[in-house]
């Protein structure tokens, strides 16, 4: 789910070249989320291989990680690991919505309604446990690195932002500025020309900035009154939120009141279901790991091929144009930098 900061968090948009020799730690099952989500046939159905193993992720992954890399973006994907025990209701409540939404995939597709079918199938996606391996194999034939988070993955790209390793995490969430990213990058997944669902209108989604610091002064508040925000709109650890109070409306009584501990005393016949500090603490103080590596290396282009075009039935004439464009983008860097590097 995430929390909903859109009408509240300043950014900034940007083009990738603003991107081109920084380092992006990117939020791998979010962005696995979004191929599934978003690439598809017309009528919602992902994509396949001739075995019936969906292979959507791995196209979005592909294309999209090539075209960073040519662009001289430098990227590292960072994958889940155990949630903490705290989103279990988000979980079970995000099972739900996809059941909901299949049943009524499934009557759109009966009764003709192909857009609208397509609609609620980028609902059902799931991420199956081959997925996540498949990807991490393919990052490493590509030689692009990722990293094993011990729990959520934004809050691993975030401390690598913290510590200075990377420039940016990369996530559809604002919940990255809650575990403490210093910048967050969004729409680096999903940036194109995009139909706005059932409308026949396009719009064409760039990539946009928060730096941390700007949005704690342009608010006014702490990155832990931040978090005390987020708590009263709803986050993946209490989803319902306060009932009736939204990103405004919950900025104004933080400010007001401090915290949300002293600002639940105001708002009469609440029940807050999980004591707020231990949610306060999942954000400040996140399970993450300095056991990894970021090394990038040249991809090894017959690995590719074997795994997308012989396993997967993926073009080959399709990827190796495309790992030719990777190639030369990554040789056109390494040569800004070497020439950076002579003249610095």
Not at 74 to 81: I, L, S
Not at 83 to 90: D, F, Q, S, Y
Not at 285 to 313: A, I, M, S
Request: charged share 30%.
């Amino acid at each position: 789910m995430g929390v909903n900061f859109r009408a509240l968090v300043p950014k900034t948009k940007i083009d990738f070249n603003s991107l081109s020799g920084k380092f992006v730690a990117i939020d791998g099952y979010n962005a696995l989320y979004q191929f599934l989500a978003i690439i598809r046939q017309p009528d919602g159905t992902p994509l396949k291989d001739r075995s019936g193993r969906i292979t959507s992720h791995l196209s979005g992954l592909f294309y999209r990680t090539v075209n960073l890399v040519e662009k001289g973006v430098k990227v590292a994907y960072v994958f889940d690991g155990a949630p903490p025990t705290l989103k279990e209701v988000e979980i079970k409540r995000r099972a739900k919505v996809k059941a909901e939404a299949l049943v009524k995939y499934e009557k759109a597709l009966e009764e003709g309604k192909i857009e609208q079918a397509r609609s609620y199938a980028q609902m059902t996606s799931k991420l199956k446990d081959y997925m996540p391996e498949d990807s991490k194999r393919l990052l490493t034939e590509l030689g692009v690195p990722w990293i094993q988070a011990p729990s959520e993955g934004e809050a691993q790209a975030a401390y690598l932002t913290r510590k200075g390793a990377a420039d940016y995490c990369a996530s559809q969430d604002y919940d990255s500025l809650l575990f403490g990213a210093t910048a967050l990058v969004r729409n680096v997944t999903i940036s194109g020309r995009r139909k706005l669902p059932r409308k026949n209108i396009y719009v064409e989604v760039v990539p946009e900035v928060m730096k941390l610091d700007h949005v704690l002064k342009s608010l006014e508040i702490t990155r832990e009154q931040l978090i005390d925000v987020a708590m009263l709109i709803g986050t993946d650890f209490n989803p319902d939120g306060v009932k009736g109070i939204g990103p405004k409306t919950s900025l104004k009584l933080i400010k007001q009141h401090g915290s949300i501990e002293e600002a639940l005393k105001e708002i009469k016949g609440v029940e807050f279901p999980v004591e707020p500090k231990r949610i306060r603490q999942i954000f400040l103080n996140p399970k993450v790991t300095d056991d990894y590596k970021l090394e990038w290396t040249d991809p090894n282009v017959d690995g590719v091929v074997d795994f997308l075009c012989r396993e997967r039935d993926f073009s080959e004439d399709r990827v190796r144009r495309s790992l030719s464009k990777m190639t030369n983008g990554l040789k056109e860097a390494k040569s800004k930098r070497t020439l950076e590097s002579w003249f610095g």
